[in-house]
């Protein structure tokens, strides 16, 4: 039997505007990164520092599953996992991340690291 091979999740708009900005800046994250035995992934993931970037978007609505019932609790043990493994994990929306916020942001953290 021949295996399929699986097909990428579509980026979100603020995905695809956060890797720009990453490459506008020479900076090589891994993307969809599991960090853990459980299958979570990272957005965005510098495993050598152990700095992570997730994007969030829909918000502004309220209609994002990162903003309403098990969804957010599921981001919660999520975020739980990644602090229990010492992970750096920011967040932003596509608002921060359109607004330069999110590469500025991370720009300082992997300065620090």
């Not at 990164?33 to 990272?42: I, N």
């Amino acid at each position: 039997m021949k295996k399929r091979t699986k097909i990428p999740k579509e980026l979100s708009l603020g995905e695809e505007e956060f890797a720009l900005h990453c490459a506008a800046y020479s900076l090589k994250p891994e993307r969809e990164y599991q960090f853990c035995d459980r299958g979570w992934k990272f957005d965005f993931a510098w495993p050598s520092q152990k700095v992570a970037v997730e994007i969030d978007g829909g918000t502004q609505f309220g209609k994002s599953r990162h903003s309403r019932g098990e969804g957010y609790e599921n981001d919660c043990r999520k975020m739980n996992e990644a602090a229990l493994l010492e992970w750096l994990v920011f967040k932003f929306t596509t608002g921060m991340v359109k607004s330069g916020e999110g590469i500025d942001t991370i720009r300082k953290a992997l300065v620090c690291q």
